[in-house]
């Protein structure tokens, strides 16, 4: 086996960033969704806050508390989603950059490949007439 190209191993990190990409945005989706359902319990202790049922207005301290604990936890999960998307643009933001490397590695080869043709041409018309004139 010969020497492996640039461009295939930029592709194997293109991959495994990609991977990386959908990691964080499998993460933020996970938050996103805490999120609403943490609104929904925000929501569901108003309404049994605001409640006028007299079982209600026994548990309004237990209530006001639990509302508060939603309220910070709210705030952690905002706090963290802001966090996983800027890590969801910055894997982004490495897996472009490498997969335009591996576009420029890619051309580079072909270029390459094709002068190495050209001069193996050269190479064959230069050594064709010389041969033709040592058979003469």
Do not use: W
């Amino acid at each position: 086996m010969g020497p492996q190209k640039k461009s295939d191993k930029l592709k194997r990190l293109v991959a495994v960033q990609r991977h990386m990409e959908r990691m964080a945005e499998s993460d933020l989706g996970i938050t996103a969704q805490r999120i609403e359902e943490n609104a929904r319990s925000m929501e569901t202790v108003m309404e049994a806050i605001g409640s006028l049922d007299p079982l209600h207005r026994l548990f309004a301290q237990n209530y006001a508390d639990r509302f508060d604990r939603l309220s910070n936890t709210d705030k952690q999960l905002h706090g963290l989603q802001q966090v996983q998307e800027m890590k969801l643009m910055r894997e982004r933001a490495k897996g472009d950059r490498l997969e335009d490397n591996m576009k420029e590695a890619r051309d580079h080869e072909e270029r390459q490949r094709d002068d190495d043709a050209i001069y193996d041409l050269i190479d064959m018309q230069f050594a064709a007439p010389a041969s033709s004139k040592v058979q003469e």
